[in-house]
């Protein structure tokens, strides 16, 4: 049973961090990037706004590091779980 | 030696290092067939995906939607790069620990029901054949437009040599094809890129380009495009209109671009569930390399096309006839490119008649109407090394890169259609006892009788073939999606739950879609008008994934809790997936 309840602790591990990076990865395309434009439009980049940047460029950063993120931490928390392979 | 010789040169050296490849990395069982083996480095196999997803829209027409649109079709940039954290974080990583060869494997094995298999066979096939239509018309416009031979006999080419690598490799040879294909076609993207980022701004990178101050004009290259294009009577490049419908789309294309099949089985060639995660990462940065330039590419192309046509800017006069550049030629012959001097003055006036105070602006210029009459959008990718007067080599790469393109992904959606055909229609459902050796034969008859099909649709294309992308899209969204993720995050998840929601995602889809597109994409079965004023609630048919995708979820929910749940063994199969350790014993075959 104890492995049993390390598991859940495991996936429940995985869960808290799976929504903490799609919270982040919402908030960069469909916020920043555009219902919320209007609030950052005084912010200004190379001749527009930093809304612009993140639709055409910044949401792909942050979804590059989001995967990467969440690989690294995942494979911690295999290892502590005792999990990994 | 004349531009032709040049393509064919290159095109030809690009094709026998395909060849190489697939002598090289023949399979010689069902495990290298489907799944190259499970021995594929992560970065490699990040660099093939690349390759497997970017197909010849994204290299040749991305750039031109986003140029003649701007801001609004950001959305094709976010949601084909987006789709990749939902497929890192909800799907790959366990269905590499799951260990079968292919998606409707997982569904039928998941929810213990040949129905459900073949529900998600039938979907894939539809995604998949959809897709590879594109695929072999783009090969084919290429070969016809860089080699002059004619779309039929580029069309055999380009068939006989995917049949070389994926009959005789399957997805070892795929899988290592594809890494060429993808460093042939990202050189082939960057390098007229940099020089025209260079040229503009003075700057090497064009993704930083985009937003450098231009020394010819002393203000950001944006500025001086919104100024160029407004003047003229077009919507400006940095702003856009209906949020919401964008950020629709924008979903649409993300759980969309997450639940392809043939995007989804490249997961499975990695040795653990650890290098799935790291992966889909590599994925994304070598996907990145392209998307992170494309933007710059249109808005650059957009902005040189504006200055050609008014060297002496807005207030002055418009190009002549005569001093059109050598490119506006080449391509006019091809019919993509077209122009007509209507009030007969030698010059050619390019704006948009039906843009705000135009038609005063024409009236009082004495402007006819606008006179660049055909201008197609893929010419901005093909024919951007000569508006950039890029030496010959340069546009023979384009050739080569475009080819690469169009054949990596025709290539992975082939295996896809093939491995649901011979291991989950042959192997799962008709004949189980089917060898080893019987299998490896099924599944090359199929992918031989797959490419057929696919040379046939890509010589006779139905007249729908663009309107069932959207189809292949919200399919994946309303269909595979929700069900191979509750496949993982609900053990609850039976398989009348599944089966029905399947199913809902699925109808609902398509009779929206075929609601406005007409029956079965029939032109002029439509029962509405494909007009904003008819959508329900606004929602245009292309957006619909997402709709049904909740549809698909919600449903699925409703009959699980009305039925029983899940036997044990396939709740402990959840767990099972749940966990990396063990992924390497566990393929079950």
Known sequence: MAEKSDNNAYWSANLRLVTLCLVIWAIASYGFAILLRPLLSGIAVGGTDLGFWFAQQGSILVFLVLIFFYAWRMNKLDKEHGVDE | ?589
């Open chain 2, 1 to 589: 030696m004349d531009q032709t010789t040049l393509n064919i040169i290159v095109v030809g050296l690009s094709f026998c290092l395909y060849f190489g490849i697939a002598i090289w990395a023949r399979a010689g069982t069902t495990s290298e067939f489907y799944a190259a083996g499970r021995g594929v480095n992560p970065v490699i196999n990040g660099m093939a995906t690349a390759a497997d997803w970017m197909s010849a829209a994204s290299f040749i027409s991305m750039a031109g939607l986003i140029a003649f649109v701007g801001y609004n079709n950001s959305t094709f940039l976010m949601g084909w790069t987006g789709g990749y954290v939902l497929m890192a974080m909800l799907l790959a990583p366990y269905l590499r620990k799951f260990g079968k060869y292919t998606v409707p494997e997982f569904i039928g094995d998941r929810y213990y029901s040949n129905v459900a298999r073949v529900v998600a066979v039938i979907c894939l096939i539809v995604i998949s054949v959809t897709y590879v239509i594109g695929q072999m018309t783009g090969a084919g416009v290429a070969f016809s437009r860089f080699l002059e031979v004619d779309v039929t006999t580029g069309l055999f080419i380009a068939s006989a040599t995917v049949f070389v690598y994926a009959v005789l490799g399957g997805m070892k040879g795929i899988t290592y094809t594809q890494v060429a294909q993808y460093v042939v076609l990202i050189i082939a993207y960057t390098i007229p890129a940099v020089f025209i980022s260079l040229q503009l701004t003075g700057n090497p990178i064009p993704g930083l380009g985009l937003f450098s101050t231009m020394p010819s004009t002393g203000e950001p290259l944006l500025v001086t495009l919104d100024g160029l294009v407004t003047d003229l009577g077009f919507n400006q490049y940095t702003t856009g209109s209906s949020p919401w419908l964008m950020a629709l789309f924008t979903l649409s294309l993300m759980i969309g671009t997450a639940g392809l099949p043939h995007v989804i089985i490249r997961f499975f060639t990695v040795p653990k569930v650890a290098d799935a995660r790291w992966s889909a990462g590599w994925a994304l940065v070598f996907i990145a390399l392209l998307y992170l330039t494309a933007p710059a590419v249109g808005a650059m192309a957009r902005l040189n096309i504006m200055t050609t046509m008014w060297p002496q800017g807005v207030e002055g006069e418009a190009v002549a006839v005569d001093d059109l550049p050598d490119w506006f030629e080449t391509w006019q012959v091809t019919g993509l490119l077209g122009v007509e001097d209507k009030n007969g003055d030698g010059l050619i006036q390019y704006y948009n008649e039906s843009g705000p105070g135009m038609a005063e602006l024409a009236a009082e210029r004495g402007w006819a109407g606008n006179e660049l009459v055909t201008f197609n959008r893929d010419i901005l990718v093909l024919a951007n090394p000569e508006i950039a007067q890029l030496p010959g080599w340069v546009i023979a790469l384009i050739a080569a890169g475009g080819l690469a393109a169009a054949l990596s992904t025709a290539a992975g959606l082939l295996l896809a259609i093939s491995s649901a055909i011979s291991h989950d229609l042959i192997k799962s459902t008709i004949n189980p006892n089917i060898s080893e050796k019987g299998e490896l034969l099924a599944a090359r008859i199929s992918m031989a009788g797959a490419i057929v099909l696919a040379t046939y649709l890509g010589l006779n294309p139905p007249g729908f073939a663009a309107q069932t992308v959207a189809l292949a899209f919200g399919l994946a969204a309303a269909s595979l999606f929700p069900t191979l993720m509750m496949g993982i995050f609900s053990k609850r998840m039976n398989s009348a739950g599944a089966t029905a929601g399947m199913l809902a995602g699925l109808i609902l889809t398509c009779l929206y879609l075929f609601t406005y597109l007409g029956w079965f994409f029939i032109p002029g079965t439509n029962m509405l008008e494909n007009t904003a004023a008819n959508y329900l609630f606004g929602i245009p048919p292309t957006h619909f994934g997402p709709i049904g995708a909740v549809a698909n979820f919600a449903v699925a929910y409703l009959v699980s809790r009305a039925t029983a749940a899940p036997p044990q063994e396939i709740q402990d199969l959840v767990e099972s997936v749940r966990i990396p350790r063990g992924a390497g014993g566990a393929t079950g075959h």
